[in-house]
């Protein structure tokens, strides 16, 4: 059925538009009599008010956009669920779109998330984003973005992260305790501002507490490049005895190297990696992480949007500690 309109409703009551309007949203001025009239048949004939016109006289939409590179990705598929379920309790929507890690998506997202009229944004930066030009206009509408997982490294935003420095450390250090000396290290896409610190953090742990240890980094960006890096640099048999992945499509690269080269975990290669916490439980014997929760941050992204809501407009950087989750892998 089509949907109806207040002048079809005013039109068959035989009364104004404005009566049916203010009658819907139950004025103290309008007739009980009246009142209900009008709801019976806006009930019946399957009325809904026009939101795009709500939200151009009031200039709220209460909704809340997420954008994030890809949504199959169990970290922000778990961010997304957090905050959804924080949204629902708080009487807030969602709009949720991707960039795929490519800038032109992640500014025609930007565009329509303006059009919307959106209330505040999540983001969680493309790997191609240099100027934050696009992201001060939405501020200057004030919109309130909080930036999660992936932030800018320029200072004045609100930001919503994981302790990354003290992941790569908490891993390195783990590392470190199982005596291994040739160690290879992979990292994300190394613009990113994730990729910096927590690739510096485990590198200084070295430094400062096995210096002697051999350390070969580099950065697949896929589940693909992963696997291709980790068939290389594994092929000789000894050249390694641990991997470190920074994250969980990094593992899965990774462990599919190592099925294919027939290596034992760990009796061969020792494995641990920085992640969510579904995927280093699927392997046998289960990987040695360091919890990164997306549906956690999820939830302080969530309470910080809610004090930027409240017109709480001082940027703050807010970190979610990190934790050793013990495994078989080293």
Do not use: W
């Not at 399957?46 to 994030?68: D, M």
């Not at 613009?191 to 690739?199: A, D, G, N, P, V």
């Amino acid at each position: 059925m089509q949907q109806s309109t207040l002048k079809e409703l005013s039109t068959v009551l035989g009364i104004s538009v404005s009566t049916v309007s203010r009658a819907l949203k139950d004025h103290p001025d309008i007739a009980d009599s009246t009142k209900r009239k009008v709801k019976e048949l806006a009930e019946a004939l399957e009325y809904e008010p026009n939101n795009n016109a709500v939200q151009l006289r009031t200039r709220q939409s209460n909704v809340l956009g997420i954008l994030v590179p890809s949504v199959d990705n169990f970290f922000y598929d778990s961010f997304i669920a957090a905050v959804e379920e924080e949204a629902r309790l708080h009487g807030y929507s969602l709009l949720i779109m991707q960039s795929r890690d490519q800038l032109q998506i992640e500014m025609a997202n930007l565009q329509l998330f303006r059009k919307r009229m959106i209330m505040g944004l999540f983001v969680s930066i493309s790997t191609e984003i240099e100027d934050m030009t696009p992201f001060r206009k939405l501020r200057e509408m004030d919109v309130p973005i909080v930036f999660f997982d992936r932030v800018p490294e320029a200072e004045g935003y609100n930001k919503v992260c994981q302790a990354d420095n003290t992941a790569a450390a908490i891993a390195a250090n783990a590392i470190i305790e199982k005596k291994k000396k040739r160690v290879l290290g992979l990292f994300g896409h190394p613009h990113l501002s994730i990729t910096k610190m927590r690739c510096a953090s485990f590198k200084e742990t070295f430094a400062s507490q096995s210096p002697d240890t051999i350390i070969d980094i580099d950065y697949p960006e896929s589940i693909v490049e992963s696997r291709r890096v980790a068939l290389e640099a594994l092929k000789e048999k000894g050249k390694y005895d641990v991997v470190f992945c920074m994250g969980d499509l990094i593992l899965i690269g990774v462990m599919y190297a190592i099925h294919e080269l027939n290596l034992r975990v760990p009796e061969d290669i020792g494995v641990i990696s920085i992640s969510n916490g579904l995927i280093p439980t699927l392997y046998k014997p289960k990987i040695t992480y360091v919890e990164t929760s997306g549906f956690k941050l999820g939830k302080l992204a969530f309470s910080q949007m809610l004090s930027c809501l409240a017109n709480n407009t001082t940027p703050r950087e807010v970190t979610l500690d990190a934790v050793l989750v013990p495994g078989g892998s080293l």
